[in-house]
């Protein structure tokens, strides 16, 4: 089992940044993928990006990209999403989930947190 633990969410002027937070315990070693998705009220969930924590390498949605930051503390086992210049288009409940394959389809990822808001007022 793996267990995933978001924070940093939180009311923003647009404009504005936050940094979310995604702390992993359990059986991560065969869970390399972490990714972030957010779901906005009335919207399907959907991917915004991911890293892999062994190689470092990453993905991020369009919408993100240019504005978005995803990192990992190895130290740590947490992964970071970093949101910069925030849209009232980026107001949603973000979350956490982990994989064991290089993927951004969210059915691929079978650990989730329970998720953090993110609320960015114009």
């Known amino acids: 089992q793996v267990q995933l633990v978001e924070s940093g969410g939180g009311l923003v002027q647009a404009g504005g940044s936050l940094r979310l937070s995604c702390a992993a315990s359990?059986?991560?070693?065969?869970?390399?993928?972490m990714g972030w998705f957010r779901q906005a009220p009335g919207k399907q969930r959907e991917f915004v990006a991911r890293?892999?924590?062994?190689?470092?390498?990453?993905n991020y949605a369009d919408s993100v990209k240019g504005r978005f930051t995803i990192s990992k503390d190895s130290a740590k086992n947490t992964v970071y999403l970093q949101m910069n210049s925030l849209k009232p288009e980026d107001t949603a409940v973000y979350y956490c989930?982990?994989?064991?394959?290089?993927?951004?389809?969210?059915?691929?990822?079978?650990?989730w947190g329970q998720g953090t808001k993110v609320t960015v007022s114009s």
């Open positions: 890293i892999s924590r062994g190689s470092g390498s990453t």
């Open positions: 989930a982990a994989s064991s394959v290089v993927t951004m389809f969210l059915r691929d990822y079978d650990y």
């Open positions: 359990g059986r991560t070693f065969n869970r390399d993928v």
